[in-house]
């Protein structure tokens, strides 16, 4: 799948991604252990990736996710 975003998009994206992280990580903080404390990692690790990468991609021009 090929998404092309704005400058404007991607920021936005970038921000929303930043929240959702940050969120992430304080409920992994007190999440204990177990499967749920395992899919929150999962989770995150996508998202981070995600992020990472468009992060990358807003020194162009055109962005593609």
Known sequence: ???E????????LKQALDTALR????EL????AGAYRDLL???YARLDQLNRRLDMSL???????
């Open 1 to 3: 799948m090929l998404l």
């Open 5 to 12: 975003l704005s400058a404007v998009e991607a920021r936005e």
């Open 23 to 26: 969120s992430l990580l304080e």
């Open 29 to 32: 903080a007190q999440a204990g």
């Open 41 to 43: 990692r999962e989770r």
């Open 59 to 65: 020194e162009g021009d055109q962005v593609y996710a």
